[in-house]
Each structure stands twice: as structure tokens, then as C-alpha cells.
């Protein structure tokens, strides 16, 4: 699948977003007003930056109102609605906290509960494709929420939970990679299948047309794919692994705090590119192609 | 609504067969110019001209090679278009309720003022059927010429899909699939008309014929060929000079 800048940043700042929300909502300690704001404005504005950054993969953004009707069978729809119910709810939470020095938990836990709920349906925008095995699988929101658990945990300085969610993390990227590599032969779909020709071997002896497609920008993506070892290994490290080291050998505080995150975040930026360049979507086979 | 209907009244759509395309592209020509011309955003092209053109059609026509096991090689012009499914994917992902399937006739068809060119759909879809118009920024699809086959403005032979219309070697058909009476279901019975990727759980309406097997004689022609040598005096003469 092509990976489309915008939707890379929508999905990795989002997530970090909202993630962020989670522990602000759940474990927002006696932070100073000021630190709490500070910490609120940033989870908001990732969420917010993220979201954005989704409509310039539409063709009509204008019409984006639009896009909130659906929630009863559409989980890009069900996404769109809950994100903009978290945003409001934590936005709430974090006013009457910073402004008026109200700390109202059950709206905080509101908050979280509504965080989670939107990363889960992000994710299962990618999850509930069928034609693209790689990514039909109950890991893809484990990956997503793991990810933005542990995005969250080390910006908000939680640093116990930022522990556990990084294993959980490592553990599950890399099962997402051992499963995602026989996903595609598991799927039962091949040229014979997409063809029906069932009596032999088919090989595509003339594609429809010369130039490229639609199909084949969006969907039939290869570049890179040979880099796939390499940045795996780096994509990996960097989000999970380097953090997790770092948590466990040395005190966390400030400058270390932010190094990690930085760390983090392009690890982050680097397995969601993967996350798409690899996934091969089943209308290859038509044209010979994964 | 994206939420399918429990069931339709008419399931319209297309039979094709494999063993007669010739690959020709004519109904690739033909959809593109009515689509462009009719219902809906035009099919742009984009560097029509240039080096690498490119452009949005409803309908392509793929060359297949198919070698089964101790039988020659057969080459099947497959053509695709959209499959009008029962349980179509690409309508329940939709987020605006742009896409969706009619009750009265099954057709899938997209309402190009609601979408929003979130490319959701054709990611949904397993059969690549669906292109978003780089000019207009909306999906487009095939809507089985929605705009001909109840159209009283043009001769009732005219009322079928452009590419049926249009086909050369009649390896189109058009019909209720839903019907057992329709001329097009006992041609699928008949002719055990097959799903594309069944294993996708999509249910497509649209069905195709196999190929016919090819024979395993590769030699069709020789023994017609091979003539009796006419007998008397012509039949001596001929065997004299033959020895020559």
C-alpha cells in the first residue's frame, strides 16, 4: 500500500495525541496548573495536528462534516465522531482543571476511555481489510494502542508504565512482522483464486494498459520494500527496544526523557512507514504483481 | 445508509465469458465514452499525451496465460469491472454514506456529491474496481450503465451496459442473476459460471465462464490434410515423378 505521508503523520501523531490523553485522564498526579496545561495543550495539539493532517488525503476535505454520519458500519466514521468527543471531553477536563483548579477524575477517566476508543478505531480502519492480509488481523489494534500506550506513557513522564508498554510493544511488533510475512500465502487468495483459472499456472502475459493506474500507485506500492531488513531492525530499536534499555539501566529525568522521545517517535515514524509499504494488497495478483 | 440491505429485489449484473473475449478492448472504449459523457464526473485522463498517461476507466481488459499440466498453454483475455457484490465491502467502509447498494435492482452505485474522496473503498475492495478521478477527486465506478438500461430515451436494444452493447464477440451478458427463468442464469448453470476470489467472502453478482479446455491433439489440421492418392493412369504418373 502506498504510505501516503498524511496518513503516516495521522496515525503516528494522533496516536501519541491521545495516548498522552490516557495518562493525563488516568494517573495526572498533583501537577502544577501550569504543568498540567502545559501537558494538556501538547497532548491536544499532536491529536489535533494528526486529524488535520488526515484531510489532505482527501479529494473533497471540504466536505469532511460529512464523513461523521456512518458510525454504524464505518469505522473510519466511528473514528471521526470519537475523536472529536475525546478532544472535547478532555478539552473539559483539562480547562476546568488548569483554570478553575477542579479536578474532576471521572472526567478524566472519561477522557481515557474515549482516547482508547478512537486509537482502537483507527486501527481498525486497517484491520478490517480483508484484501490486504498483512494487516487483517487482531495485532494491528494491539500494535496501535501499544504504540500509543507507550507514546503516551513517556510523555506524560510515567515512567513505570512506559516500562511494560515498551516490552508490550517490542513483543507485539514483532509478532505483528512474523505473522504479517505469511499472512499473505495464509489468506488462500492467489492468481488462480482471483482469476478462477483453477487448471493450471496463470502468469499475467499482458497488462491492460502501459502506463500506470490508480490501482497500482495506491495499491500495488514496491518501492523500498528491499530496505525492509534494515529499517525493521532501526524502527524497532529506536521506538521500543532503545527505551526500554535506557528505563531499565539509568534515571529518567528531563533531557534523557527527551532524547527517548525523540528516539521513540522516529522508530514510530519509521514502522508506520513499513506498516504500509509492506502491506501487498490481493489486486496485485491481476497485475502479476504483490 | 452504507449498511447493506438485507436483500435486494433484482440482482442485475454481468456474465462473462472467457472462452469467447478476444481481447480486443472494445468495451473498455465504449465504457469509457459513455461514462465520460453521461452520469456523474467525467473519466479524466492525466498526460494523455505525454510519457506516462494515465486516467481512470471502469473496465480493464488483463491477458492471462493458464498452463494446466500436460495440456498446451491457453492465453484468456480476462476482462474486470466491477462485480456489483451481495455483500459488498466497498459500501460498509464508506464513512458519508456516498456509497451504497440499491434494493430495487442490487446495483452499487456512488453518490459523487457526498463522497469525500477518502479512497476507503477502493482499499475495501479485493477486485481493484474502484478509481478515484485524479480531476475530480471522487471515486468512481462502474454503475452498470445505470443511465442506459432504464432509459426510455433510446431504443430498447440500446437498454443494456455500453460494453455489452458494444462487445464484438457477444462475451458479454446482461441480465437478473437473481432470476432462474433469466436467459443468463441457465447460461451460468450451463456453462458453471464461477466467483471471483470466493475466499473473499464478497459474494460478487457478476460471474464468469471458463475457459473451454483446449484439445490435446495439437496436430487439428494434418489428418485432413493427408489426401488418398487418386488411383490410374494420373495416380502412376504421379507416383513416377513423385520417385524423381
Same mark, same amino acid.
Given at each position: ?49 494528526g486529524l488535520m493532517s488526515s484531510l489532505f488525503h482527501l479529494g473533497h476535505p471540504e466536505r469532511f462534516i460529512k ?74 489494534? %494491539? /500494535?496501535? =494502542? !501499544?504504540?500509543? #500506550?507507550?507514546?503516551? &506513557?513517556? +510523555?506524560?513522564? @510515567?515512567?513505570?508504565?512506559? *516500562? ?70 532501526? %524502527? /524497532?530499536? =529506536? !521506538?521500543?527496544? #532503545?527505551?526500554?534499555? &535506557?528505563? +531499565?539501566?539509568? @534515571?529518567?529525568?528531563?533531557? *534523557? ?34 | ?100 447498494k440499491r434494493v430495487e435492482d442490487g446495483i452499487v452505485l456512488v453518490n459523487e456529491s457526498d463522497c469525500i474522496g477518502c479512497g ?125
Open positions: 500500500m502506498h504510505p501516503a505521508p498524511s496518513i503516516i503523520a495521522f496515525t503516528a501523531l494522533s496516536g501519541l495525541g491521545f495516548g498522552l490523553m490516557v495518562f493525563l485522564g488516568l494517573m495526572p498526579g498533583d501537577k502544577a496548573p501550569w504543568v498540567m496545561g502545559t501537558f494538556c495543550l501538547l497532548a491536544l495539539a499532536l491529536a489535533s495536528l464523513a461523521l454520519s456512518q458510525w454504524r458500519s464505518s469505522w473510519l466514521s466511528r473514528e471521526g465522531v470519537l475523536a472529536i468527543l475525546t478532544l472535547a471531553v478532555f478539552a473539559l477536563y483539562g480547562a476546568l482543571w488548569v483554570l478553575t483548579g477542579a479536578q474532576l477524575a471521572p472526567l478524566g477517566w472519561l477522557a481515557a476511555l474515549l482516547a482508547l476508543g478512537t486509537v482502537y478505531c483507527t486501527a481498525m480502519i486497517y484491520a478490517q481489510m480483508k484484501p490486504v492480509p498483512r494487516w487483517h488481523s487482531p495485532l494491528t489494534p %494491539g /500494535l496501535f =494502542l !501499544a504504540f500509543s #500506550l507507550a507514546g503516551g &506513557a513517556l +510523555l506524560a513522564g @510515567e515512567i513505570t508504565p512506559a *516500562l511494560w508498554a515498551f516490552a508490550v510493544l517490542a513483543a507485539l511488533q514483532a509478532a505483528a512482522w512474523r505473522k504479517g510475512d505469511l499472512a499473505f500465502a495464509q489468506s488462500g487468495t492467489t492468481m488462480n483464486t482471483a482469476t478462477g483459472l483453477t487448471k493450471g499456472e496463470v502468469r499475467l502475459l499482458e497488462a491492460p494498459h502501459t502506463g500506470p493506474n490508480y490501482l497500482m500507485k495506491e495499491m500495488v506500492f514496491q518501492i523500498g520494500r528491499k530496505h525492509t531488513r534494515i529499517l525493521r531492525i532501526a %524502527g /524497532l530499536t =529506536l !521506538a521500543a527496544v #532503545l527505551p526500554l534499555v &535506557a528505563i +531499565l539501566l539509568f @534515571e529518567v529525568k528531563h533531557t *534523557l526523557a527527551g532524547l527517548l522521545v525523540l528516539s521513540h517517535v522516529a522508530g514510530l515514524f519509521i514502522t508506520r512507514w513499513l506498516f504500509f509499504a509492506e502491506a501487498e494488497h490481493v489486486v496485485g495478483l491481476y497485475y502479476g504483481k504483490r | 445508509m452504507t449498511t447493506l440491505p438485507q436483500k435486494t429485489e433484482k440482482s442485475l449484473g454481468l456474465v462473462i465469458d472467457l472462452d469467447t473475449c478476444v481481447g480486443c478492448h472494445a468495451c473498455v472504449i465504449s465504457c469509457k465514452e459513455w461514462n465520460t459523457g453521461n452520469y456523474g464526473a467525467p473519466l479524466s485522463d492525466q498526460d494523455a499525451y505525454g510519457d506516462v498517461p494515465m486516467g481512470t476507466f471502469l473496465n480493464r481488459i488483463h491477458t492471462f496465460e493458464v498452463v494446466p499440466e500436460n495440456r498446451p498453454a491457453q492465453t484468456v483475455h480476462f476482462p474486470k469491472s466491477c462485480l456489483h457484490c451481495e455483500d459488498a465491502p466497498c459500501v460498509t467502509v464508506c464513512p458519508t454514506g456516498a456509497s451504497y476507503l473503498c477502493a482499499w475495501a475492495c479485493p477486485y481493484g474496481a474502484r478509481e478515484m478521478d485524479a480531476a475530480e477527486g471522487v471515486m468512481k465506478k462502474c454503475t452498470l450503465c445505470v443511465d442506459r438500461i432504464y432509459n426510455e430515451n433510446i431504443p430498447q436494444e440500446d437498454r443494456v451496459p455500453s460494453c455489452v452493447r458494444t462487445c464484438p464477440a457477444g462475451a458479454r451478458h446482461f441480465g437478473d442473476l437473481s432470476d432462474p427463468t433469466s436467459s443468463i442464469f441457465h447460461l451460468v448453470e450451463e456453462r458453471g459460471g464461477i466467483d471471483l476470489m470466493p475466499e473473499q467472502g464478497t459474494k460478487p453478482v457478476n460471474k464468469y465462464l471458463p475457459p473451454r479446455p483446449k484439445d490435446t491433439e495439437l496436430d487439428v489440421l494434418g489428418p485432413l490434410l493427408r489426401q488418398e492418392s487418386p488411383g490410374g493412369f494420373l495416380g502412376w504418373l504421379d507416383q513416377q515423378l513423385e520417385k524423381l
